[in-house]
């Protein structure tokens, strides 16, 4: 039982060629290609996923997003217009907070799409159109490969309306598309440092709190990470923007606070490198995931993870895993039970 995160990493990464697919929401590009902007609720790790896809389709498809927690949307009396496209993700498809930004959504007269694993769920059945993640059943309840599957719609979806509106070149597109190819294989070989990543929690598992920094498409994988580590191992984490520390939470940081650090070498690696300085000089102990290679971070870090080099946009496909990792080892070492954590369920339908 306690293996059944690790097996759902392995056994699922629904990056397979005939598996990349935008199922229902192909019928919508035309919509999409006219959207003034997509608004992105979900909850949890949904949420989370929503905050990538906010990059990837701002970066790569030039339309602005919004992504909001579906349990604030439907307490407020959000502004939606004509041609605003509403995205709605879940893993379940039953959340009960994201079906009622549904229902409000479509009151307002919204064009509603949904990203759900569940085929025939509560949200799949009432939005226009959608596409099933297909992630298989997750046996645990804290969601990991529903993550990465929901990671991989949204950059087809970002990649296909880029390339459809002429702001991705044919070659780019290929070349994100068969980066997509190889990150199956890349996944396997972060899979492989297992027992180095066991190793390395050994020495985390006693600590009441830890931090979590990441910049651009990392900072929403920095939240995923903290949120994998509360739910799981019980253990109080926060993600920040790595630029947000010195506002406020470098405060907290001494000896005993570790701070995950997603260093791979993306636009603002300098500025990471500086944000690790920070840390390191207030003596905080930081576990960096780093490119291969990356003498300047191993040289800092107290610990460093080494991460396959892929493009930034696909990055948190990779960098998410190692954090899954390290809170599934944590979280064992406590004893914990990885897939019944107390006081979560599966569907939150109240
Ligand atoms: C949202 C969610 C999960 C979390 C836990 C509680 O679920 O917050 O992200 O891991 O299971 O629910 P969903 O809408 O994605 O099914």
């Known amino acids: 039982q306690v293996y059944s995160i690790r097996d ?161 070149s044919d070659e780019k597109y290929r070349n994100y598309i068969q980066e997509l190819y190889h990150l199956p294989n890349k996944i396997n070989e972060i899979l492989k440092k297992d027992e180095e990543i066991q190793q390395l929690t050994l020495l985390l598992k006693d600590c009441p709190n830890a931090i979590y920094l990441g910049r651009g498409c990392q900072y929403p994988v920095a939240l995923e990470g903290a949120l994998k580590l509360k739910e799981i191992s019980y253990i109080h984490a926060e993600g920040y923007p790595a630029a947000e520390m010195k506002h406020g939470p470098i405060a907290l940081i001494d000896e005993k606070m570790p701070v995950f650090v997603i260093a791979t070498r993306d636009t603002y690696y300098e500025k990471i490198v500086s944000n690790i300085k920070e840390v390191e000089s207030r003596k905080g102990n930081v576990i960096a995931l780093i490119n291969p290679g990356d003498e300047i971070v191993k040289d800092i870090a107290q610990q460093t993870i080494e991460i396959p080099d892929t493009l930034e946009s696909l990055s948190p496909l990779l960098t998410v895993i190692p954090l899954q990792l390290i809170s599934y080892h944590i979280a064992v070492l406590r004893g914990c039970n990885v897939d019944m954590p107390r006081n979560l369920a599966k569907s939150v339908t109240v």
């Open 8 to 168: 759902t990493i392995r056994g699922r990464v629904n990056l397979e060629a005939s598996e990349i697919f935008l199922g229902g929401i192909s019928e919508m590009l035309p919509k999409l290609l006219q959207a003034d902007r997509i608004i992105i609720v979900g909850c949890g790790t949904s949420w989370h996923a929503g905050l990538v896809g906010e990059y990837l389709l701002e970066e790569l498809a030039g339309i602005p997003v919004e992504v909001e927690y579906a349990s604030e949307f439907r307490y407020r009396n959000p502004i939606i217009r004509e041609k605003d496209i509403v995205l709605a993700i879940s893993q379940s498809g039953e959340t009960a907070d994201t079906l009622a930004a549904v229902r409000l959504a479509k009151e307002k007269g919204a064009t509603v799409l949904g990203i759900c694993n569940v085929v025939g769920s509560g949200i799949a059945r009432e939005t226009d159109a959608g596409v099933y993640t297909h992630a298989g059943p997750e046996i645990g309840v804290a969601s990991t490969k529903a993550f990465t599957a929901q990671i991989a719609v949204l950059t087809m979806l970002a990649l296909s309306i880029g390339h459809k509106k002429g702001l991705l």
